[in-house]
Structure formats: C-alpha cells, structure tokens
C-alpha cells in the first residue's frame, strides 16, 4: 500500500461505525488492526501519543481464523490520523495502549482457581508414562544407531509419479535391506541427502529426498544409513504434558481411562446408517453417534470394523461434527477413508510415501489444486460480468455518466421552462391590458351568474323529490285526496321555480358569451403581440428539450440496470418528477459502487486464491468433515496444529500403545476405539522383557511390573474387561473365514460368541477341508529340524530356518497359486521368510512374491484367498521361542477367505514347554482331525509330486 491515508480513512470510517476488529499481541507489543482488505501492524511509540506503522499485508484466511477466536472492537468518532516523523504528533495525544492492552487481558486470559488439583494416582500415572517414553525413546534410538549401513552399487533416477516437488531415486543395494517401507534414511556423509523409504523390491530401494536433490550431488556408490528420529516420543510427551497442563479437549480423559469413570447417556436408537449393517454393527452405530465420552468395539477378525467405523464417520459428520480418522498403520486409516461416501468431505494428512494411490487423492495438497482450479472456474464468469465495472471497460459508469449529463439538461430545461412560463404571464398581462377593465367585468358578471344558479338548481331539486313523494302517495289509500292536493300544490311550486332556474341559466350564458368575446378579442391581441410570441416559442422549445432529456436519460437508465443487474439488485420504476429522477440515480450509483467494490475483491480474491496455497490448506483441513491421519501424524503436521475434534475414530486400538492412543485422544472431546485386544499387542511379550529389564533395572520390582503391564498391554485391553456394557460393544458375525476355521477361532480366542456368515468356496485340489495341516512330524528328525540362522532381527532375536517346511510351502504354491486370486505364506521368523522367498523366485518368478511373503506382524489386517502358515521350529526339546504368544497364531489363522494350510511339526509343538501353548495345539489338532484335514507331509509330498 503506498498511500496510508486509505488505511487511514477506512480506519476512521470503521471505528465511527462500532465495526473496526483488531487484537492485541504483548509478546509482539504490537496492535494489529484489521480493515476490510487489509491487516495493518501497529507499534506503540516510546512516549504513548501515537503507533508506528510497521507492516500492511492483504487480509488473509489467517487472519479470519484469529479474529474468530478473539478479538476486540475500536470505536469512536473522532477519527484517526497519520504523520511523517513521530515529532508531528500534537501534544497530549493518546494511543490508549495501555487500555487495550488491559481489555485484552480481560478478555483473553482465564481466570485463576478453575483448574482444580490433579488426583495423586493421575500424576503418578502420567509420571510413569513420561518414565516409559522417555526410557524406550533413548533404546530405539540407540538400536537405529546401531543398525549397519546399507552399501549401494548403482544409483538410478525414476519417473516415479511426484505430488511434491522432492527427488526420488532408486538405490540398488549390495544385499538386502533390513529397514522398512517409510524409514527415514540418509546418504552416509551427506545428512543433509535425507529422505524416506518409498518402496522394498528384491535389492533395490526407492528413496524420496525431503527437497529438491541434484542427481549429481549423490554418489553412484555409497551407502545409506537409518536416521534416528524422536518425532513419535516427542508426540507422545507432549500429549502427556497436555494431560498434566489439564489442556485437553476432553477434560475427564484421565478420568475415564485411569478410573473408568463414564457418563451415563442414552443411545439413539432411531439414527439409521446408510448401508445395512448386522444387529451388533447397527448397535455400535447408534451408540458411538451418542456416547458422551468413551466407546471400545470389539471387532474380532472379518466382523466389519472398517465398515462400522465407516458408517460411524459419515453419521457424526451428517450430525455436523468434525471427525478424526487414525490408526497405528497408514492403511488402516486409508482403508476407512476409501469407503467413505463422496458427500463426506474428507482429507487425508501425512506423508504420501506411505499412503495407497487413492488415498492420495484426498491429500491436501491434491485436493486445494483441485479445489483452487474449480473456485478460479465456478467464478470465471461472474469475475468476466464484473469486469465490465472496473478500469477502461466499465459501462454502467459509462451510462451513468450519460444519465447524469441528461440529468442535467432536464433540470437547465425545466428551469429554464418555469422562467419563460413567468415572463409570458407577465407578455399577456402588458398585452391585455386595454381590455383588462372590460374583461374583469365581464368575467365577474359571468361569475356571479354562475353563483346565482347553484341555490336555484338545489331549491328545483328538493321541490321536485317533494312532488314525487306526494304524487305516490296520491295513487291508492284513505288519504289519497289529501295526497292529491298535496301534489298540485307542490306543483305549483315547482313549476314557479323551474322559471326563476331557466331565467337564471339564461342570464348565465349571455354573461358567459359576453366574457368570452371580451376574451377573444383579448386573445387575438395577445397572439398578435410580437414579445408573446418569442416568449411562447422560447418556452415551448425548453420544454421540448425537458421531454427529449427525461428520454435519453429512460434509456441511460434501462441500459444501466441491464449492465447492473447480473451483479447487484437494482431499482425500478420511471419516476414523475425532477426529484424522482435524482433518488433513482443516486440509487444507481450506489448499486454501481457496490458491483465495482464486489468486482475488486472478487479479483483480489481469485488472485489470492491461485497463490494461497498455505491458506487454502489450512482451510481446507478446518472444514473438513473427516480429518485421517495416523496417531503421531495428527501432531506432528501444522495443518492439524490447534485443530479439535468432536470425536477421534481410533482402530486397531488393541495393537496401539497408551502413548500412541493418547496424541489424538487429547484433541477429541470423546472416543471410539475400534480393535481386537485378542490379536497383536503393541508389543509382544519377549520385547516386553528385553525392554523391562532396561528400563526398570535400577528400579523397584513393583514399577517394572507397571513398566512392563504398560507396555505390554494396549489401553483397550485394559479397558475393555473393566466397562460396563454401556461402552462397550463386540461385533460378533464374521463373514471372512469358512465355518470349519471360524469354529475354532471362536471358541479359543472369543469364548465362543463369535458367529459365521460364509458362503464356503469350491474345494481345494489337495486337501478335504478349508482347514488343513501338512504334519511334518513323519520325517526323520534329521530331515524336519530347524537350524538356527546367523542373523538376528532388530531387537537381537535369533532366527531359525526349517528346510523342509519351506520346500513344502514351495511345492504347495507351485501347485495353487495360480487357482487362488490372492495368497500368502506366514511364517514367524525373517530369515524364514527370506528362504522361502527365494525359493519362490525360482519357482513362480520374481512378480509379487516379495509381497506375498512375510512374518505375522506384517499382515495383521489383512486378508486373503489362501493362507500358509509355516510353524518353522521342530526340536526334540520343545522350544518354541516367541510363538508362545497366542495372539500370533490368532493373526495367522485368521487371514483365509476360502483356505487355511498349516505346516509344522505337531510332536514339537504338543512338547512345547509353555502350557498354554500346548493347550491351544492340542485342542487345534483335536479340531483338524475332527472337521479339517491333517495329512502326513510324505502324503502330501506325492500328491504334489504326482
């Protein structure tokens, strides 16, 4: 802005109108004053007479967002004003700094005394969460230090498809890579080369760079290193800090998850979702659409929880809340946000390396790019119609001009009228003036006879009704006779009136005709008089001219309204008079100003709009109906920072850790929390000790014991046993397994309440059953035992490898694989996966047998058409390492739509020296051989042979 006396007089004309917004920033010292265009920065002087102007910016979306959250109101009417140099201020002048700056107080600082004092047992358990964070932040990192660099050999650049301006290169590594899809890695000796994991194929590794990477700048050979990050502890401890400040949306958070104190409430039970659900679906439904604060689903395997919590997004935001979407995993939060109906508006925040193809389409960034190129189309014409009003192209100010010059004329001419009007009387009057004697008598002659008349006429009236009334009477009746002389002599006297009346109409016309010689005479000396006639012709031209104005300006105005009327409402109506014409045209000009103001900004807002694009992100996010994003994702990105939820959708709960469930449960005013505490903990049970033993080591028994229980166990699990049947609800049809192998799942892990709704499938070529076991216990020990594998996975776990499992897996798919659409080989163990990956290669090719091959923890949630889960250890002493944990076998089995294969050593895993292990085999055998199909591995060995 290079004029500050438009500030100036917007400034003034706001605050005489009680309408001029600004805020006060101490920590800044400054006061910002917002206009209708513009944000101006003010700075107060040193003497507090006056401000420094500091900065004048656009009003932005940003500055919105801040007046909507507090703001005050300057008013007054005398004004402001602006001077050069600080010295040109008048003595005793005020900038009321002080004042606004108590008002501002006031209005946005709370009041002392309402955070009331924390329970003992709640500080205790958020120093024990800090305590955790902090001890297992200081082990991870310490392990991603010490993970070994990976050597590459070749460098490659892709055409990989960019949503972001960054580089992304391929890097073929010397061996395989032992970090995950979405690590943060770096170029060794180059930190600043960093960038994320995008994709894992065989040895090659495809990085995106956080920026912009000259393909020359990175070494065709080198190595790439893990980079240790505490951006997820640094999440967790700054929840813990919001739970501790008692700043969470939710006020009673600790309370519920900590006490299990809930509100009492009443679900609704008329609200209907838009797709069918089953009776336990539609109940979680309605319940989670009105729970006041805390809801667990428990959503066994194949129950429809992405369903159901798809169902639970779209009712809260029909209802007009905002809702947050997450999840431990990115596809988890994709796949709710996929099957979300299109008239729910949904964005999804977070890295887009770790997102699936369509969930890319409702990043933020895609979607303001899509949004910006509609706003810019939906308004390309109206911004065409209303640039008819601004610069060389305005033509409403073209006609309005027109119409005030005809205006204008029609007032000159109507002055001009009413002037030769008065100097023609004043022509006659001179003109007439030999017979003005003789016309004045005439005329009063005439008058006077008129005046003779009216009483005449009413007299002749009223006699004749009288004479009327008699001669009626006169008709019939015993006073007929009286009647009848009654009429005569109201005859008689009618008829005497009826002269007097005709003798004065005659004096009336004689003395008319006498008056209108005298004035004929008199005329024909006026139109004979020269100054009469210039005068006439003078006044009957201005007239002329009034006429032609009125019409020309008739047409100014039609012509205006067509122009005006596509932007603004205009007035109608052809006034009758001078003052008529100048309140229309007033009315025009205000409409006109009104177009020309709607004009500039809706240029300056188009024009805003194309380069915004901070603004239009934040925007986009806050009117959002569904916000997805995974737990540390929703603190971790400014888009979100400050935003609040009405509810937090969190699944697979059951696997997420107490940290990780409460950075999005702190910015929600209530929960629902979707999992399976049956499946994958946050952490498994041999983690858990390794763990505990660090952290806790120099530390009492009893906080070990909390240390490992908080570890070890998610909040659902926790919660979940101990609710009330108001907050809580399990999904109980299945639709995923066959019969056979829901059954068992059932009963061993559900207690028996989950229930099947399964079409079956046609039969698989090997086996009688879509539960099956290839036992390997009838080979010789030399042949079916396991050997231990030289590398350890990242927590210093030894793997094993079992040869010959692996060989039967290998034969079993060679032989399925292309019958099934989709299947997946589960086995416990890294380095048996990558046995049996290769092993694939060499059999089927290198298409997709990555992906399809892996440990447990990487295909929880997921499902397929055939399932091969290999046990691997076989030993003569019953060792089974890590699968004691039951949960794992409870993943694996679950993962089949049409065909579940076992493959172990069932002499091995009946000696398991865990009991509960050995139990749950013992009663799957049972079950295989009374439902399913256990075959001897030499059997299978010649059917697939054959």
Known sequence: MRDPSVLINEFGRLASSNALPARVEPDRSRLVVYGER????????????????????????????????????????????????????????????????????????????????????????????????????????????????????????TREERYSARGVYAFHLLRDATVGRGALVFVTDQPDLRGRVLRIKDREITVRFDDTVDYARIPQQGALQVLPSDRVYRAQLDAVETLREQRGTQPHLLTQLVDQRLAPYRPDSDAQPRETLDPAQLHAFRTALTVPDLLLVLGPPGT????????????????????????????????????????????????????????????????????????????????????????????????????????????????????????LAAAVERAIAPFAAQL????????????????????????????ETARRRAASGVPAFFFRWLADRRERHLAAISEQLNAARTAMRLAEESYAAVRARADALVAADPGVRAITSARDGASKMYEKALGEATRAVEAAREVLRPAVAVPGGVPDDLAGWTRLYEELMSAAALARNRAG???????????????????????????????????????????????????????????????????????????????????????????????????????ATLVADVLRRSAFERLYPRLADTNRVMLRVQRRMPAELAQFVSNTFYRGLLETDHPGGPPDPVFSAPLAMIDTSDQPATRRREQPDRSVDGL???????????????????????????????????????????????????AGVADNVGTVDSFQGGERDLIVYGFTRSNHGGQIGFLTELRRLNVAITRPRRQLVLVGDTTTLRAARDPGFAALIQSLIAHLDAVGDRRPSREIEGVLND
């Not at 002659?445 to 004749?464: F, K, Q």
């Not at 416990?828 to 290769?838: C, D, G, K, N, V």
């Open 38 to 157: 513009w944000a101006a920065w003010l700075y107060p002087t040193n003497h507090g007479d006056a401000y420094q102007l500091g900065h004048v910016a656009p009003l932005s979306f940003k500055d919105q967002e801040r007046l909507l959250k507090a703001a005050l109101v300057l008013s007054g009417t005398r004004g402001w004003w602006a001077y050069h140099h600080v010295r040109d201020v008048p003595q005793r002048s005020s900038s009321h700094w002080p004042l606004l700056c108590r008002a501002w107080a006031d209005l946005a600082v709370p009041r002392p005394g309402v955070t009331p004092p924390m329970p003992a047992h709640h500080v205790e358990y958020l120093d024990l969460l800090t305590e955790v964070i902090e001890a297992t932040r200081d082990i991870e990192i310490a392990r991603q230090r010490r993970e070994p660099a990976l050597p590459y050999r070749k460098l490659a650049s």
């Open 304 to 423: 429809g929880k992405t369903r159901t919590i798809t169902e639970i997004a779209a009712g809260c935001a029909e209802r007009g809340q905002r809702v947050l979407v997450t999840s431990h995993t990115n596809r988890a939060v994709d796949n709710v946000l996929e099957r979300l109906p299109p008239d729910v508006r949904a964005v999804r925040v977070g890295n887009e390396d770790t997102m699936t193809a369509q969930a890319r389409g409702f990043m933020v960034e895609t979607q303001v790019e899509a949004l910006r190129q509609e706003i810019l189309a939906a308004t390309a014409g109206t911004a065409s119609r209303l640039a008819t009003f601004t610069g060389t192209d305005d033509q409403a100010g073209r006609w309005l001009g027109y119409l005030a010059a005809r205006l204008a004329e029609a007032q000159g001419a109507n002055r001009d009228v009413q002037f030769r009007t008065a100097e």
């Open 440 to 467: 004045a008598a005439a005329d009063q002659r005439a008058r006077e006879s008129r005046e003779s008349v009216v009483p005449l006429a009413e007299r002749h009236r009223h006699h004749e009704r009288q004479a």
């Open 601 to 703: 900004l809706l240029a300056q807002w188009r024009e805003q709009v194309a380069v915004a694009e901070q603004d239009l992100h934040r925007e986009l996010v806050r009117y959002a109906d569904v916000v997805a994003a995974t737990c540390i994702g929703t603190a971790t990105t400014t888009l979100l920072a400050e935003l609040e939820f009405d509810v937090a959708i969190v699944d697979e709960a059951g696997q997420i850790s107490t940290p990780n469930l409460l950075v999005p449960l702190v910015r929600a005013r209530r929960a629902v929390l979707v999992g399976d505490h049956n499946q994958l903990p946050p952490f498994l049970d041999d983690e858990v000790r390794s763990w505990a033993d660090s952290i806790a080591s120099d530390r009492p028994p009893e906080v």
């Open 796 to 846: 210093g776990r030894p793997g094993y490898v079992n040869e010959l499992e692996a060989r039967l897996i290998v034969q079993l798919l060679g032989r399925n694989a292309t019958r099934y659409a989709d299947w997946a080989v589960i086995v416990p163990y890294r380095a048996q996966a990558e046995l049996i990956t290769q092993l694939l290669r060499r059999e089927l090719g290198d």
